[in-house]
């Protein structure tokens, strides 16, 4: 089932319906067995009408799938995501840290976005104006609750300057904390089974009407199990919402590609949907 957060509030779409859930969102999510939970929710209420469906559903109506949660980040989780990482930082003399910590028993772990920087579908990311080097990172994005358990999922979008983290290893959080650097969307995608490791992820860059980059994936490429990513996470750390926790990259352009200003990029998860993004800067910069 998909849940949405819309401007009319948390819309349900289980088996070709639709379902108003007036809980606020925070509440509504941060539960264990929410698939349960919603599906009993559906038992008691009445699906809505198709134009309803359509105006809740109207791109800019829709939120990002995220309330008050912050939203983490993993690195060289996939081995496609540990290459670039060398490849980027050859210059700095930090490619070894990309090789050891893929290996590594402890994963790569680090804060991304508050839910105030997070784009939703067909809403605006941003590239950074003193980056010359920009490229998204389609990532499976775990919602885990506030007891550690994940409930849901959704398609991310880790906006990432490769020119800045490519310099020092340590300008990491310039490279990927800024406005508008993460997307998260269109829905929350609830199941009570662990997502399949054969669930396919595609990512597709178009540059007015021409595909500039075009890759897919699976899930199972993953080098770490997402209950060993979500154990590190929580190790010594509280989240009273529950919070997001974007896995890793699995798809990178190559090296000779970099972002421009209108770019449009689309994120395909199975299961979840299709996240759009246009590229953009933030007009403070214009």
Known sequence: MQLYHTQSGALLAYESKFYLIDEPWDTLINRDGLESYLLNKIQTGQPTAADEQAQWLMDDALFPPIGSQEVWAAGVTY??????????????GAASLYDRVYDAERPELFFKATAARVSGHKQVVYIRK?????????ELTLFINSNGNIQGYTCGNDMSSRSIEGENALYLPQAKIYEKSAGLGPCLYVTSKPISGET?????????????????????????????LTGFLFREMDFPNGCFLMTGTCLVPS???????GDVVEITIDGIGTLINTIGINPKHK
């Open 79 to 92: 081995l496609k995501s540990r290459d670039a990482r060398m490849e980027e930082s050859q210059s700095s």
């Open 130 to 138: 003193d980056s010359a080097w920009d490229v998204p990172e389609p």
């Open 200 to 228: 396919a992820i595609n990512m597709v860059i178009k540059r007015g009407e021409v595909k500039a980059y075009e890759d897919s994936t699976k899930v199972s490429q993953i080098k770490r199990s997402f209950t060993e």
């Open 255 to 261: 090296s000779d590609f970099t972002l421009r200003e």
